[in-house]
């Protein structure tokens, strides 16, 4: 296995489609997809509310494991983006909303932090899942507030 970028990916993505979603009025049910935080999936309905895999890496590093040639340590981030983008809402109504997602994202990343909660394609090798820190934006749109919360994901890994 060169990386476990892609296994990462995977089950990310997984294990936030698993769960219960907060839903407010007015508002479509909360999307969950890989891919870039403004375009869904053909496949999925349109959605206002959503948390996206972000399909990149921040700070990667590899360097050879206390094993010697049979092994490398490797770390990086995967952001994990929640958007919410309901026509009408103020700055405060957004800000609570991002607010709710994020604990949702990050009950989740707890969980799988743990040996027993950690998901099938990573136990082998991740050692370690964290928040690095949780970034949130809100702007005014042409209709109201929109904002995103940013929350990157730390990975180290046994590879």
């Not at 892609?6 to 999307?31: C, H, I, K, N, Y």
């Not at 997809?33 to 053909?42: N, Q, V, Y």
């Not at 895999?53 to 590093?61: A, E, G, H, T």
């Not at 010697?68 to 800000?95: I, Y």
Request: proline share 8%; net charge negative; with cysteine.
């Amino acid at each position: 296995m060169a990386t476990m970028t892609f296994a990462t990916w995977r089950a990310l993505t997984e294990l936030l489609s698993w769960q219960a979603w907060p839903s407010w009025p007015g508002a479509s049910r909360v999307g969950v997809w890989l891919g870039d935080p403004f375009t869904p999936p053909a496949d999925l309905a349109a959605t206002d509310v959503s948390v996206v895999v972000v399909p990149i890496i921040d700070s990667p590093d590899q360097d050879w494991a206390a094993l010697g040639a049979h092994a490398k340590n490797e770390s990086f981030r995967v952001p994990v983006v929640a958007s919410v983008l309901t026509p009408g809402l103020t700055a405060l109504e957004v800000a609570c909303r991002l607010e709710s997602l994020a604990e949702v994202i990050e009950s989740v990343l707890r969980e799988a932090a743990t040996v027993e909660g950690r998901p099938a394609g990573l136990a082998d090798h991740v050692w370690q899942i964290g928040v690095a820190q949780v970034r949130p934006a809100v702007w005014p749109s042409g209709e109201g507030y929109v904002g995103q919360v940013e929350i990157p994901v730390g990975i180290n890994a046994r590879i």
